[in-house]
């Protein structure tokens, strides 16, 4: 092994390497593997397989908590006994914590000095280098993991914005799944509304009334909004009626059919012919 005029660092960084590059070779060697690692594509599964998750699936509709993970234990519930790559390593460092301070204070047993010899050296300063780069790269790959989920969030919420009144006020709200019907839902009259024209909505806790609760018409009860709607359609010759009518005449030219978001767009209808808040509207607030 070659001699190193320094000695390492026990307490752990917030993120990154605790050594320059260069100064243990060692440890650059471990930490770059580990980073070059080919990890799983999703980032949340790279943060569970290196700190574990609050549940685990495991395939037969229920959960495994995080001490299968942790502590390597198997329930009835998983055979996957794997401990999480961090807390793998907690028992090696506690090994070689106690075998150095073993030898640390053996000179002092052994008459050859008043006081014990912390440093680390041979073969210990190699384990110790090799357990901190897999720590310290492992904490780095799942900051890094976090990193990508925050941004994919960001980018999520940044196309939800595009999104809301892209094509106007179609007025047509989009349905969710309810309990008995989640493969098949479409116009069940159960159905709970969860967007329309891309704005989120959500049902009263008491009343469970359907309203907005977002974008510029945010508050509005749902009934109010598709009333709106539907006259501004009429306005701009984008309801059902006025699109059949044309492509009446399409199919007549010899043209294909037209439908409600190619003629919006075609149409070159703006923000400015959004209406503004109706004073017939009520908000879910006021009822």
Avoid at 130 to 147: C, I, M, P, S, W
Avoid at 195 to 219: A, F, N
Wanted: aromatic share 8%.
């Amino acid at each position: 092994m070659e001699e190193v005029a320094a000695q390492p660092k026990i307490k752990d960084p917030k993120q990154g390497r605790r050594y320059d590059l260069g100064v243990f070779e060692l440890y650059d060697r471990h930490y770059q593997q580990i980073i070059n690692k080919e990890w799983p594509s999703k980032p949340e599964r790279v943060i569970e397989l290196i700190e574990g998750s609050e549940e685990q699936p495991t395939g037969n509709g229920k959960t495994a908590r995080m001490v299968d993970l942790k502590d390597g234990s198997n329930s009835g519930y998983t055979t996957n006994s794997k401990k999480a790559k961090l807390e793998a390593l907690k028992p090696q460092f506690e090994d070689l914590e106690a075998r150095h301070e073993f030898q640390s204070y053996q000179i002092v047993r052994n008459g050859e000095s008043l006081s014990p010899d912390t440093s680390w050296t041979g073969d210990l300063l190699e384990e110790l280098l090799t357990l901190q780069a897999q720590r310290d790269a492992f904490k780095e790959v799942a900051r890094q993991a976090r990193e990508k989920i925050e941004l994919q969030k960001e980018k999520a919420k940044q196309e939800k914005q595009e999104n809301i009144l892209k094509y106007g006020l179609s007025g047509k709200p989009i349905l969710g799944p309810h309990k008995g019907h989640e493969t098949d839902f479409k116009g069940h009259p159960n159905a709970k509304p969860v967007e329309v024209d891309g704005q989120h909505i959500s049902l009263h806790p008491d009343s469970h009334i359907p309203y907005l609760d977002e974008g510029p018409y945010e508050g509005m009860i749902l009934m109010d909004y598709r009333e709106m709607a539907e006259q501004w359609r009429k306005d701009n010759a984008l309801d059902e009626q006025s699109i059949e009518e044309l492509n009446e005449k399409r199919l007549a030219d010899g043209k294909p059919k037209t439908n409600y978001r190619s003629l919006y767009k075609s149409k070159g209808v703006d923000e400015d012919s959004f209406p503004e808040w109706p004073s017939s509207a009520r908000k879910i607030d006021e009822l």
